[in-house]
């Protein structure tokens, strides 16, 4: 069996700015632009019975603005008449109105227990479309943003089972047929779960082909489900379709087709709840093992082998344990004997006494180890000058306590540590694995439409952006532009909502959930002379950040970053900032 190979991330040096000092506060005006909607945007509220954490990630904080980037300044949304709005900006002040592109053949309201409207644009011809529902659309759109040829169209329409989102996808052309990949998210019930929150994540990984010489319809020629227990941060298919990738802080693993997510769960913990093989105790000078015996065993039946460094036990024929033991024993002073209850009991004397051994035999994972309440209480005496009922209580000792005081909030994580996981379309395993640590996941963005999504990570107080290269096996993730210093500055952002940045990384941007934007710029030349009057040096550069003030009391629904705007959108509103004024 293939392990996963274990990654890291390699960060680029030369794109970190040690001696950055800081955002300075630019009072400039940022040109704002409104747009009144003819009807509002089709939000749909979680209901009731959509409650956790994970409901709120993915469809609570649902971004309802949708950027096509294969076409320069052009943003979607979907309206509460069903209608796909579209708004292309040739001159900030000459701005039409949203035109209505194409329009949903359902009623969304006959569906009690729809999610919300989701669109992907899958290439500069083709867009893949969830009406809430449950049903897929892929579109062949011609080419958008021309008149003349631009002509929305369904090529492929079928009911998928429960509500979804579509959360990426891709077109596949070659000679012979085309092919549209999507990912699909669900949040789903889970019955058998006491425990946890009662649902599980589902991404579902559907592909949608045609032949081209036949006169067939585009028919599912594959579906592939992954379960997790947490939304993805960032789930994205490589452009040549043959494999996946996922950011989450809970892992993901291919459910078999048929299979049940319940099933699957029923295996893991029944593989997890089998009995041990054998019970392990030991003491400074001696290991007791106990091994369970069969019913009428014999002393003929069992044979021991000790040795220096290894022991061998066979049971009726069988093979039962054997391996390289942790350290080694006095093999002529060790002895086996069978108890009264069954069971067989052997006793190993220890070379090295007063080692701890970790394990009996070396990668074996069959045995459980029993601790002694005496071991325990000697063990948390060892350690109690970590803990205190107190913060910090004697910082001056010998060994002095973490001082949590040291630590700003926007320092401290609340989630466990994520992972960024690559999977192989064909075989379904894990073949890279990059654990992120504190790494804490920002945004992503499309900065190359043929590529796919870049992710942005912090590391230490910087957020830095990594490009995907599925063709670049020793090399995958590539690291292309860095924020200074706004991985701290976001943390202190307690009401932000959306975050994004331009695809030329010329800024950075993130608003609240009402009325706020902030806009960060990358450090640029200064037109003036000025000085750091502490170091009484000339200051080259300065990165500018900015503050929007939105006059609105609608919460925002969308927010999308293009090189030159950015694009809000509230309930009955659109509005335009004009960022950067240079081409």
Avoid at 19 to 43: H, I, M, N, T, W
Avoid at 56 to 78: K, P, T
Avoid at 216 to 231: A, F, H, N, P, Q
């Amino acid at each position: 069996m293939e392990v996963a190979a274990n990654c890291s991330l390699r960060v680029k040096r030369p794109l970190l700015d040690p001696r950055f000092e800081g955002y300075k506060l630019s009072l400039e005006p940022l040109p704002c632009y409104q747009l009144e909607l003819d009807a509002a945007v089709a939000e749909v509220k979680l209901r009731d019975d959509q409650y956790t954490l994970e409901h709120m990630h993915a469809f609570g904080m649902y971004n309802y603005l949708h950027c096509d980037s294969w076409y320069q300044d052009s943003v979607y949304y979907i309206d509460t008449l069903g209608r796909i709005m579209n708004l292309t900006v040739m001159l900030d002040t000459a701005l039409g109105k949203p035109r209505e592109v194409f329009r949903l053949p359902t009623d969304l309201t006959a569906c009690d227990n729809r999610l919300c409207a989701s669109i992907h644009f899958t290439s500069s011809t083709w867009v893949t479309l969830s009406d809430g529902t449950g049903r897929l659309y892929v579109i062949g759109t011609g080419e958008r943003g021309n008149s003349a040829s631009e002509k929305w169209e369904i090529m492929f329409n079928e009911e998928l089972g429960d509500p979804f989102i579509i959360i990426h996808s891709i077109s596949l052309l070659n000679a012979e047929e085309h092919s549209i990949a999507t990912l699909l998210l669900r949040i789903e019930k889970e019955e058998l779960d006491m425990k946890g929150s009662g649902f599980y994540v589902s991404l579902e990984w559907v592909t949608i082909s045609k032949k081209n010489k036949d006169k067939k319809k585009y028919e599912i020629i594959k579906r592939d489900i992954l379960c997790g227990k947490s939304v993805p941060h960032y789930a994205a298919i490589e452009p040549d379709g043959n494999g996946l990738m996922i950011v989450s802080y809970k892992s993901f693993t291919f459910v078999q087709a048929g299979q049940d997510l319940e099933e699957n769960m029923d295996e893991d913990m029944s593989e997890k709840i089998k009995e041990p093989l054998y019970y392990w105790q030991q003491t400074e000078d001696d290991l007791t093992v106990t091994i369970r015996l069969p019913e009428d065993s014999t002393k003929e039946d069992i044979q021991v082998q000790f040795l220096p460094d290894h022991i061998n036990i066979v049971l009726k024929d069988h093979q039962f344990l054997e391996g390289k033991l942790y350290s080694s024993i006095d093999h002529e002073s060790s002895t086996w004997i069978i108890k009264e209850s069954n069971s067989l009991e052997i006793s190993l004397i220890k070379k090295n006494e007063g080692l701890t051994w970790p394990e009996l035999v070396v990668g074996d994972k069959q045995g459980e180890f029993i601790r002694d309440s005496a071991q325990c209480a000697a063990i948390a005496e060892r350690l109690m000058h970590l803990t205190s009922e107190e913060l910090n209580p004697n910082p001056d000792k010998e060994k002095p306590p973490c001082n949590a005081q040291e630590l700003e909030e926007c320092d401290i994580f609340f989630e466990e540590s994520s992972s960024l996981c690559r999977f192989d379309g064909s075989t379904l395993k894990t073949t890279h694995v990059v654990n992120l640590g504190s790494n804490q996941y920002l945004f992503s963005v499309i900065v190359d439409p043929k590529e796919m999504p870049c992710f942005c990570l912090r590391h230490d107080v910087d957020a830095l952006l990594w490009q995907p290269h599925s063709s670049k096996q020793d090399d995958m993730w590539e690291h292309i532009a860095t924020f200074n210093a706004l991985g701290y500055v976001q943390a202190s952002k307690r009401d932000k909502k959306f975050f994004a940045c331009a695809p030329n990384y010329s800024y950075a941007a993130l608003c609240e959930c009402l009325r706020r934007v902030f806009i960060y710029r990358q450090p640029a030349p200064m037109s003036t002379v000025l000085y750091n009057r502490k170091e009484g040096r000339q200051v080259g550069q300065v990165a500018k950040q900015q503050v929007a003030s939105l006059e609105t009391n609608d919460p925002i629904l969308g927010f999308q970053a293009t090189n030159e705007r950015l694009f809000v959108l509230t309930t009955r509103n659109l509005f335009l900032i004009k960022v950067n004024t240079e081409n």
